[in-house]
């Protein structure tokens, strides 16, 4: 059974940093591109960030670009979202959501995310 | 950037009536690059439709998309209780991948 289960996200206040996990399970996690799409409360979704296969290959939102690192460590089964300069706008649950297949961006697993909360 | 327009914002419904969404798209998608997800109150999305037509794995056959070019429709053929939820429909086929604001299918 596939599993993505996220973790990390908390309060922090504006200009701060935090880190995102997603540990993946019941799946070989090297041969898929992964992927964060957050959802801010009440609102819509937005696609953040991909990366491919191998992590080489990173791809992100105009939003973000600058101040989100997405990464991950095969040998862990881990996906990670390093984010500074944290902005209130940046409120949201984050989803780690895996691609049907390497850089498709169609999302059919999804963890069941990790509230980050920008304030002062 | 593609813009994808959801409509109805809102559809009320009963159980076993028929429900059709529209989702249009501000240019036409390479290769009817749509997607179909359905959310519930407190839960992850989950992939209906792909391909536009194309039904996700263990997707009930009640679930159908078509459309090509910049009109796309999601129908679900007769509604079931667990199926009151927002749906969302996301074009993949161009950077960056954007989602519509969602149609809530909702008991009447």
């Known amino acids: 059974e596939v599993q993505l289960l996220e973790s990390g996200g908390g309060f922090v206040q504006p200009g701060g940093s935090l880190r995102l996990s997603c540990a993946a399970s019941?799946?070989?996690?090297?041969?898929?591109?992964m992927n964060w799409v957050r959802q801010a409360p009440g609102k819509g979704l937005e696609w953040v960030a991909t990366i491919g296969s191998s992590g080489f290959s990173t791809y992100y939102s105009d939003s973000v670009k600058g101040r989100f690192t997405v990464s991950r460590d095969n040998s862990k089964n881990t996906l990670y979202l390093q984010m500074n300069s944290l902005r209130a706008e940046d409120t949201a649950v984050y989803y780690c959501?895996?691609?049907?297949?390497?850089?498709?961006?169609?999302?059919?697993?999804w963890g069941q995310g990790t509230l980050v909360t920008v304030s002062s | 950037e593609i813009v994808l327009t959801q409509s109805p914002g809102t559809l009320s419904l009963s159980p076993g009536e028929r429900a059709t969404l529209s989702c249009k798209a501000s240019q036409s998608l390479s290769s009817n690059f749509l997607a179909w997800y359905q959310q519930k109150p407190g839960q992850a999305p989950r992939l209906l439709i792909y391909?536009?037509?194309t039904r996700a794995t263990g997707i009930p056959d009640r679930f159908s998309g078509s459309g090509s070019g910049t009109d796309f429709t999601l129908t679900i053929s007769r509604l079931e209780p667990e199926d009151f939820a927002v749906y969302y429909c996301?074009?993949?086929?161009?950077?960056?991948?954007?989602f519509g604001h969602g149609t809530k299918v909702e008991i009447k």
């Open positions: 959501a895996r691609d049907i297949m390497q850089l498709w961006y169609i999302f059919d697993y």
């Open positions: 391909g536009a037509s």
């Open positions: 019941g799946f070989t996690f090297n041969i898929y591109s």
């Open positions: 996301q074009q993949y086929g161009t950077s960056p991948r954007t």
